[in-house]
Each structure stands twice: as structure tokens, then as C-alpha cells.
């Protein structure tokens, strides 16, 4: 009976423990904000990682916000956002206790502009530990190619779409620069006299001007008269 008792004991604990993570694991914290330059409200988050594991029945409170508690070794993890009428991407950055996870246009754009296409739901769904490494590895050059995109708008210092926090503008309070920036490039969907917009630049020497639609295309910054919208793409600004 003594020589049992150790082992019910711990078959108890590991019951109580409620988790399917392997005993030991370390977790992650992920939290993060959706929004477009106003938060997205109600908006349904998933989430796919390294080794299969998945997220899902997250959803963003009042101010655009979410959050998770994943096994470590499960990152990258791609998130996925929809408030069923848009859907926008990103993916974790880094590692460690807690991390941030913005999920915007602009972070649907530099995916787009990693992976050489747009970003979509069928894509997520079929996402393995080799696509996962592959949009990781391809990060970096991206976030640069988006910020000198964004040369001629108001960046915040040593910008990256994914962690720069972000606070959106609500009736209760002021948004921040990472916000205005996202307000900033809102506003140019409207204007025909916008200072600049995101051109890109494909192989056959074509050019698409979009007001930060993903497009498998390199992006550079050039000035123009007018935006298109491509109101058609739901992951547009």
C-alpha cells in the first residue's frame, strides 16, 4: 500500500493538472491587439503551431485585445482574426514567458510580402511545422521591406508590426503612434491626394498601387495621385 500511495499521488496531481502539455513543459504567454486603427470588437482568434497544436474560441474584448497560454515549444504560431466580415494575419515573434502578437493590415502585408502570396484561411488551415519555419525564417526581410514602404508616413521608432504595441483609439482612450499609423493609412483609402502609397514592384516590371493590400510582390515607397482599394480583398485597409 505504501509503494502505491506515492504513485496514485501523483496520478492525481497530473489529473488536476488539466493540461495535455507534456509534464515539466514551459509555457508561453501570448497576448496581443487586432485592430485596423479602430480595434476589432468580438473578432473570432485561432491560432496554428509548430508540432500541430491549435488555438481556437479566443476572442478580442472592447479594445481589440486577446490572449493565450501556449506550450513553448509549440512557436511560431501563426493567428488568424476574423470578425466575419475581415480577416487579417500574423504570427509570434521571439519566445520566452510573454510575448506580443499585434494582428493588423500590416501585419497581413509583411506575411503576404514573406510568403510571395496572400495570405488566407485555406493557407492556415494546412499550416505544418515546415511552412511555420519557412514564414519565420523569411520574417526579417519583410518587416524591412514594409518599413521602407511606409518611408513617407509618421513610423514609430524602430517599428515592427507584429510586437510594436498598440493601443487603439477608443472612447476611453487615446490611441497611440502605432495606432496613428494604421488611422494614417485608413484615411488614404479616402483621399485622392494621399502623399504616398505602397507600390509594388513585380517580376514583370508591372506595378500594383494599393493602399496595403498583401500582394506577392516586393514593396517599395513611391509617390502617387490615388490608391486602389481592391475592395474585393477582405484583407485590405
Known sequence: LLRVLPLATGLLLAACNGSNDAPGSTSTS???????????????????????????????????????????????CVVQV?????????????GGGSIVTNVTPL??????????????????NALNNAGLQSVAAALGSA?????A?????????????FNTPLTPATAGQAGNSHDQLLEQLQAALTSSATPAAISCQNDDSSSESSALTPSPCACSSAPTASITSHASDPRQL
Open 149 to 161: 514602404a511606409l518611408a513617407n508616413y509618421a513610423v514609430p521608432a524602430g517599428f515592427n508590426p
Open 30 to 76: 501570448i497576448s496581443g491587439t487586432a485592430a485596423t486603427g479602430a480595434p476589432l470588437i468580438g473578432a473570432a482568434v485561432a491560432l496554428q503551431c509548430q508540432n500541430n497544436v491549435q488555438r481556437t474560441g479566443i476572442t478580442t474584448n472592447a479594445v481589440g485585445q486577446w490572449s493565450t497560454v501556449l506550450p513553448s515549444s509549440s512557436l511560431p
Open 107 to 124: 501585419t497581413s502585408l509583411a506575411l503576404a510580402q514573406a510568403l510571395g502570396a496572400v495570405p488566407d484561411t485555406t493557407w492556415f
Open 143 to 147: 518587416i524591412t521591406a514594409l518599413n
Open 82 to 94: 476574423s470578425d466575419g466580415t475581415n480577416t487579417y494575419f500574423s504570427i509570434t515573434v521571439g
